[in-house]
């Protein structure tokens, strides 16, 4: 594991400059060495700032988004294509320029409860929109990772399987998994399984807190296993959502 973090909603809505700081800050006191932000917009933030903060407390920051559905990279329509094309590279700018690392996310779809399955032609325009954003982010110094997430957020990617069969597809090796415990046990039959399955691909792994279960002890059994599979066994960056801090 390379870092332990936390998300910046922990300490704040993360709407304000302020809050942001405050959430830098409020991490690095806790001991955390990593902090997940959500999409920054540089119009409403001071990236520079902000990069410089993080690097005065030595706190590095990644960010992750879901696309809106004007903006959907699995869509059929060109100009939607486009525009989540043009979404995604600003958001890897935006990235860089704020210090980050990591760029994560629902970035393959939009962020929404689809009515309809996947087409082949939707997969297709994802592929290659990622592929080709990976490419950009390369060249930024930003990791690409893809959150896998529940069957209610997208209709794309629920698994690990179906993450790693995308990935092999863009064929880029800087594209890597968000494996999040909070989706997995929702969708995966055996976490451990799924970790060992993402291995070295793993970029981000992410504690959420357990909300489906069959028994009052399984879901957490399972999360805090993972967890510790997550120390060893991959090389990813280790956030926690929900859990409080250390004391």
Same mark, same amino acid.
């Given at each position: 594991?390379?870092?332990?973090?936390?998300?910046?909603?922990?300490?704040?809505?993360?709407? !304000?400059?302020?809050?942001? %700081?405050?959430? =830098? +800050?409020?991490?690095? +006191?806790?001991?955390?060495?990593?902090?997940?932000?959500?999409?920054?917009? &540089?119009?409403?933030?001071?990236?520079?700032?902000?990069?410089?903060?993080?690097?005065?407390?030595? /706190?590095?920051?990644?960010? #992750?988004?879901?696309? @809106?559905?004007?903006?959907? /990279?699995?869509? +059929? $329509?060109?100009?939607?294509?486009?525009?989540?094309?043009?979404?995604?590279?600003?958001?890897?700018?935006?990235?860089?320029? /704020?210090?980050?690392?990591?760029?994560?996310?629902?970035?393959?779809?939009?962020? !929404?409860?689809?009515?309809?399955?996947?087409?082949?032609?939707?997969?297709?325009?994802?592929?290659?929109?990622?592929?080709? !954003?990976?490419?950009?982010?390369?060249?930024?110094?930003? $990791?690409?990772?893809? %959150?896998?997430?529940?069957?209610?957020?997208?209709?794309?990617?629920?698994?690990?399987?179906?993450?790693?069969?995308?990935?092999?597809?863009?064929?880029?090796?800087? /594209?890597?998994?968000?494996?999040? #415990?909070?989706?997995?046990?929702?969708?995966?039959?055996? =976490?451990?399984?799924?970790?060992?399955?993402?291995?070295?691909?793993?970029?981000?792994?992410?504690?959420?807190? @357990? #909300?489906?279960?069959? *028994?009052?002890?399984? &879901?957490?059994?399972?999360?805090?296993?993972?967890?510790?599979? *997550?120390?060893?066994? !991959?090389?990813?960056?280790?956030?926690?959502?929900?859990?409080? @801090?250390?004391?």
């Amino acid at each position: 594991m390379k870092r332990l973090g936390i998300h910046s909603f922990v300490w704040t809505g993360g709407q !304000t400059q302020e809050g942001l %700081e405050k959430a =830098l +800050e409020k991490s690095a +006191e806790h001991g955390y060495r990593c902090i997940e932000f959500a999409y920054l917009r &540089p119009e409403l933030f001071d990236l520079d700032r902000l990069a410089r903060k993080s690097q005065e407390l030595d /706190v590095q920051i990644g960010v #992750t988004m879901g696309l @809106p559905v004007s903006a959907d /990279v699995s869509s +059929e $329509d060109p100009e939607v294509v486009a525009a989540g094309r043009a979404m995604l590279a600003d958001a890897v700018r935006a990235v860089r320029d /704020v210090g980050g690392d990591k760029l994560g996310g629902i970035l393959y779809s939009a962020h !929404t409860k689809y009515n309809r399955q996947p087409t082949t032609d939707g997969w297709k325009n994802s592929v290659h929109a990622i592929a080709d !954003t990976a490419e950009i982010a390369e060249a930024a110094g930003v $990791d690409l990772v893809l %959150e896998v997430v529940n069957r209610f957020e997208t209709n794309l990617l629920n698994t690990t399987a179906q993450g790693m069969k995308f990935i092999a597809d863009t064929g880029n090796d800087h /594209v890597r998994l968000h494996m999040d #415990t909070f989706h997995m046990q929702m969708e995966e039959a055996n =976490l451990a399984a799924a970790i060992r399955l993402a291995g070295t691909r793993s970029g981000i792994f992410t504690s959420g807190s @357990p #909300t489906v279960a069959t *028994s009052a002890t399984a &879901p957490l059994t399972g999360i805090l296993f993972s967890m510790r599979l *997550s120390r060893s066994d !991959t090389t990813a960056t280790w956030f926690s959502r929900a859990f409080p @801090p250390p004391l």
